[in-house]
Each structure stands twice: as structure tokens, then as C-alpha cells.
């Protein structure tokens, strides 16, 4: 069979998921193409490959011109095409709401879950002109349901893949047990992605050494998909590995294929990994002692603060350098620590990351100390809860308000908590306080005692004050590169249960940007809060490397309407650090400008276009000349 895999556009990341895919196609005698709609006429690929199957990975927000596509290709094909979807969309696609207290019954209650969710699943199997929906890991659903497509049998039996039919048979999704052992699955087909876009001539590769994660953090999908399998009792191990041999022996393989092809020789190699490594294994030791001498690249990789810093009881830190000692051995050259939130309220009880402050600044002092570019990211536009000043005339009703959602705020996090006591501070006095407000308005000082027992816990009087201190932790520890994405509230992630609950969000995906480097979707913010949050995202770039610039920019240039001229003055931050300290490589002249202009072009489309539906359209030619212009999607973005 002929297999068409469709993408939005090219990055300067390997779409993985799509090259493995297309290797596992591979291995069973099929032929794969790919279309970038990005920058090629969808029309033209119809007619020259004439596919028997077309299949999308769909992220939540691109998933909307993914069923535009479709319909397209279904009605320029005349039905005769096999339609699938796979990716974190279709995974994790839920609707529900977290409620608490005395609303919590008023939930329509499916069995499964922590919080009650009703599965979309079945409504986009319904709703859409897909023939099938693949969710959880398709390595091993991917082929049978190729094997199944081409005898002409029923895939209604295969678990992890949805139908119309198989629907009422399955109402709970079938899921099979999740693959533990990686070697046996093929090396990635690479050619199908290189062969298309400027991938070919950047000299950086991805690559992954392990696939999953056994942290809880509110904000990720690894929490909703490790629940998924512990739910179906087919948990198996949260991280696995390939093994030390298999990973090398792939890094050389493309080396070999590339010297043939002709692409850019590998000069560093990115390790994509959801986390490299927890501790001084057998597996890194292993790895230190022969990737530096079978391959000797450079590479870079994602690990957390407390790897490396512990912060004890008494409050010193005991900072564990084992475990970069050996990555650097093996070729360490720039890494990946998330901060996630400044401030502590946020980071342990809303987005439950289990690490200080102190561990955080140990961590990047520790990588500094050992020449280790440091690349972070940090989350922007958190509802979180805030509490009123003093002197606000309507005090009463906002600081009760304020009570009320951080104790949702702490509910959602840990699960764990009763509603009534927030954080585990004083309950006794705590509850003296809410019966303050029972009796009536309390005295002035009770309303100064309670803002300041809420300040001590780490709340702010608004929204921007916590955005603040989380840029501000990043130029003090002195950071290489930073990311400030402003939080979508995702499918799968436990967040969203907590955004829902506050109000935040309305729990229609519909609205989600494809990108979370666009503006705030949230309702929560003004218009006015949205603008600062995204100058401080693209301001805090530039402060990282520029601190004496930072008092100014809190002070004064975040408040300005200058958003589009902060991001010209991101992307040229972002270009110098990447280059000099994230991704050391040496380019042509003529590579780097290619390069860099892709990378700036699918910068500008992720912050101005990811507002709305993004569409393609090209006028129809030849044999689709009789289809809609308005279903036509091809080469160029719409201007």
C-alpha cells in the first residue's frame, strides 16, 4: 500500500513520532510519502502518489486543519482512502469537570477516573470523516491495523485503534500493555522527513534513549497516561530504555546514511527524552564509557533540578555532581532544567513539581561550574490564586474568593487534602479565620494577620507579580537560554482539572492554540495582563543574557504596547544563545541563514498565527479542479 503521512510544517525538531511510523510501515513492504502543508500543494500530492492510506499525528489545536484536510482528501478521493489519526489529541481528549464540596455529585460520573471525565473519543470518531482513531503507543497498533487495511479484515478488534463499529463493542477504550522492551522496533526512517524539508542541511539530530516518566507534574500528559495503563492494570514500568548498544548502534547507522544521502554530517546530537536519566545508573555508566568512544558527538538532554540538588530538613543544600560527572564524560554539553514557576506556592501545590527553590539555584550554580550551557523553561499565565490589598473597599468577599480557590488549587494538586485545610498550614487557625467571616466582617488587624498569613504561604495581590517572579528567578540564576510558554490547559494534563474548577477555562478544546508560545487563552486575564504576559515571555530572554536590564523591564517596559518589537528582540537573544550555548554547532553561511530564517518563520507563525485556525489554501488545479476553493488546502499560509 501506498501511505501518505500529512504535517503542518516543518521544525527544526525530528517528528518522531512520524519517522518511526513510516519505519514500522517500511518493514511490512509498504511505501510512505509525506505532504508538508506548509509549503506543499496538498492537490499535487493526491494526484502523484494516489495513497491508500493517509495518516496524521494530531496535537490539540492542530488537529482542527488536520479533519479540514481530511474532508478535502475524502472528497478528492472519492471515499477511496483509509483515514487515521494518532497523536496526543485523540489520546487524551477528554471533557469534564473537577468539582468540589457539595457540587462534586452534579458531575455526570464515569468509572475510571480521579476526576469525572466523559471521553470525546467516540465524538471524534463520529463527528469527523476519520475511519479510525489510533490512541496510546501505536508501535504495535500501527502495523496490525496496516496488516488488517490491506487483507480488507475488521480492525474493530484491534486494541488501542477506534472505530465506528468497534465503538459499541469497546465503550471503554481497549488499550493494550504498554511496550517495555525497545530494541526490536526499527530505526527511524528519517529519509521521508530529511528528503522534504531543511532538516536535511541542519547538522543537529534527535534522537531518544528512553520514553516515559514517573513524575506527577499537573501540567503533563505522563500523569493522565500513567493513570491510563494503571487503570487498565497493564501499568508496566513508567520509564524504559533502549539499551546501550542499540542506541549507539542507531546514531551510527545514520551516520553511515547520511555520508551516502548527502545531508549535513551530525555535528550535535539532542536527546529528546521526556527525562534522560534519575541517578548514577548502570545504564549511564555504561553509556559514559562507549558513546564517547563509538560516537563522539556533543549532545544535549532534559533532566530535573533534584537530580543534582538535595535541600535537607535544617535547609542546606546537598548538591549530588555524580550524575553530571558522568554525563559530561559522555559528552554533555548543554541541558535542559524546567523551573516551571517561581514561586513556591505555584510550583508544589498547583503544577506539583517536588522541587525548591534552593534545589533549583544549586542545580544551575552546579552546571555553571562545570561549563554546561543551561536551558530552562518557565510557565507564564497560571491562574493561580490572588489576594485583594488592604485597602480594597470590597476586601471581604475577594479574600474569601481567594480562600476558596486555593483551597481547589491544593484539592486538584495533591488529591489528598480535605477542603477545609489549605496546605497543611495551621488548620486551627486557619478555621478561626473562615469563622471570622461567618460572624460578620472581621476587625482591621484580623484583615491584616490573614493577608499576611496568606503572603507567608506565597500568594500575590495579582497575576502579574507571580509571572514576574518567575522571569526574575531565571535572570538570577543565571540561565543560558529560557522559554516562558504561557499555560494552555492540554487534554490529559491535571491542570486542566484545576483551570475548569476555577473558572479559568470552559473546557472547550475548540479555542487551544497548536502552539503553547501564543497568548493566554485563559478568560482570567485581561486583555491588558495578556499583553505583559507576553512581553515578559519575550523581555525575559533578553534579560537572561542582559540582567542590568531587568530592573527597567519589570519596572516599566513590560507595561508598554511594544510586543512586536519584543519579539524581534527574542528571536535575536534566542538565535545567540541556541547557537553559542544551547546548540554549539558550525554552519556554512549559507546553512545558517536558511536556517535561521525557517526557524524565525515558524516562530512568527506559532505567536501571531496561533490565535486562529490556521488554513492553507492554493487554487485547485487538474483533477481537483471541481472541489470547493474553500476546502482546497495546499501550499502557502493564508495572508
Known amino acids: 500500500m501506498k501511505i501518505l503521512f500529512v504535517i503542518k510544517e516543518e521544525d527544526p525538531i525530528d517528528p518522531m513520532n512520524i519517522e518511526l511510523l513510516s519505519a514500522l510501515a517500511k518493514q511490512r513492504g509498504h511505501e510512505t510519502f509525506l505532504n508538508v502543508l506548509a509549503h506543499k500543494d496538498l492537490s499535487e500530492t493526491l494526484g502523484r502518489v494516489k495513497p491508500d492510506v493517509v495518516a496524521y ?54 468509572k475510571g477516573g480521579v476526576g469525572e471525565r466523559v471521553s470525546q473519543r467516540h465524538v471524534i470518531i463520529e463527528e469527523s470523516s476519520l475511519d479510525a482513531l489510533c490512541i496510546g503507543e501505536g508501535d504495535d497498533a500501527w502495523p496490525e491495523l496496516l496488516d488488517a487495511v490491506n487483507a480488507k479484515k475488521s480492525i474493530d478488534d484491534i486494541p488501542n485503534i477506534i472505530t465506528r463499529s468497534g465503538r459499541k463493542k469497546y465503550p471503554v477504550p481497549n488499550f493494550r500493555e504498554r511496550r517495555t522492551y525497545l530494541d526490536d522496533l526499527p530505526f527511524y526512517d528519517r529519509e521521508i522527513v530529511y528528503d522534504k524539508t ?12 528512553s520514553r516515559g516518566c514517573p513524575f506527577r507534574c499537573t501540567y503533563c500528559f505522563n500523569y493522565d497516561w500513567n493513570k491510563t495503563y494503571r487503570t487498565a492494570k497493564k501499568l ?19 551516520r553511515e546514511l547520511e555520508a551516502r544521502k548527502g545531508y549535513a554530517p551530525t555535528q550535535f546530537i539532542k536527546f529528546y527524552d521526556d527525562m534522560f536519566e534519575f541517578r548514577a545508573s548502570d545504564w549511564l555508566i555504561e553509556f559514559a564509557d562507549k558513546f564517547p568512544r563509538e560516537v563522539g558527538l556533543p549532545f544535549f538532554c532534559l533532566i530535573r533540578c533534584d537530580i543534582f540538588a538535595h535541600e535537607k530538613q535544617d535547609g542546606s ?45 544549586a542545580a544551575f550554580k552546579l552546571c555553571r561550574d562545570n561549563d554546561i550551557g543551561t536551558f530552562a523553561n518557565t510557565i507564564l499565565g497560571i491562574p493561580a490564586p490572588v489576594i485583594p490589598n488592604t485597602g480594597d473597599k470590597d476586601y471581604d468577599g475577594k479574600l474569601l474568593k481567594a480562600v476558596k480557590d486555593t483551597q481547589s488549587a491544593f484539592t486538584v494538586a495533591r488529591r489528598q487534602v480535605e477542603p477545609n485545610t489549605l496546605l497543611g498550614y495551621d488548620k486551627e487557625r486557619f478555621e478561626r479565620y473562615l469563622k ?3 460572624k460578620g466582617a472581621p476587625d482591621e488587624a484580623t484583615k491584616h494577620e490573614v493577608v499576611h498569613y496568606l503572603e507567608g504561604m506565597g500568594l500575590r495581590h495579582n497575576a502579574i507579580d507571580y509571572d514576574i517572579e518567575a522571569v526574575e528567578l531565571n535572570v538570577q540564576c ?5 522559554m516562558f510558554p504561557r499555560l494552555d490547559p492540554y487534554p490529559g494534563a491535571v491542570i486542566t482539572d484545576y483551570t475548569m474548577a476555577v473558572g479559568a477555562f470552559d473546557g472547550d478544546y475548540e479555542k487551544l492554540h497548536a502552539s503553547y508560545d501564543t497568548t493566554s487563552s485563559f478568560t482570567c486575564f485581561t486583555d491588558r495582563e495578556k499583553m505583559i504576559q507576553d512581553n515578559l515571555a519575550f523581555l525575559g530572554q533578553v534579560c537572561v543574557l542582559l540582567p542590568w536590564l531587568w530592573p527597567l523591564t519589570k519596572k516599566r517596559l513590560i507595561y508598554l504596547p511594544l510586543t512586536k518589537l519584543y519579539w524581534f528582540l527574542f528571536l535575536i537573544g534566542k538565535t545567540y544563545a541556541v547557537h553559542k550555548r544551547i546548540y554549539p554547532m558550525k554552519f556554512s ?17 506559532k505567536f501571531f498565527r496561533g490565535s486562529s485556525e490556521e488554513t492553507f489554501v492554493k487554487k485547485p488545479k487538474g483533477i481537483f479542479a471541481a472541489a470547493s ?3 482546497t488546502l495546499g501550499g502557502r499560509w493564508e495572508e
Open 629 to 631: 476553493p474553500t476546502d
Open 478 to 482: 543565571r540561565i543560558d537560554h529560557t
Open 198 to 209: 531543511f532538516l536535511g542541511y541542519f547538522p543537529m539530530r534527535s534522537f531518544m534513549s
Open 589 to 605: 553561511l549559507v546553512n545558517f541563514v536558511k536556517s535561521a530564517l525557517k526557524i524565525w518563520l515558524v516562530e512568527y507563525r
Open 317 to 361: 543544600v546537598q548538591v549530588n555532581d555524580e550524575v553530571l560527572h558522568l554525563l559530561k564524560k559522555a559528552g554533555l554539553k548543554s541541558i535542559s532544567m524546567s523551573i516551571e514557576a517561581g514561586n513556591n506556592f505555584i510550583r508544589e501545590n498547583i503544577l506539583v513539581r517536588d522541587m525548591t527553590e534552593k534545589e533549583i539555584r
Open 436 to 438: 471570622a467571616f461567618d
Open 57 to 110: 499525528s494530531g496535537k490539540t489545536g492542530e488537529h482542527k486543519t488536520f479533519f479540514k484536510v481530511n474532508r478535502f482528501i475524502k472528497e478528492s478521493l472519492n471515499g477511496r482512502v483509509f483515514t487515521v489519526m494518532g497523536g496526543p489529541h485523540p489520546t487524551f481528549n477528554h471533557k469534564g469537570i473537577q468539582l468540589f464540596g457539595e457540587n462534586r455529585e452534579e458531575v455526570p460520573a464515569i
Open 236 to 254: 508496566g514500568k513508567l520509564h524504559n530504555r533502549y539499551s546501550v548498544d542499540r542506541l549507539i548502534a542507531e546514531v551510527q547507522d545514520w
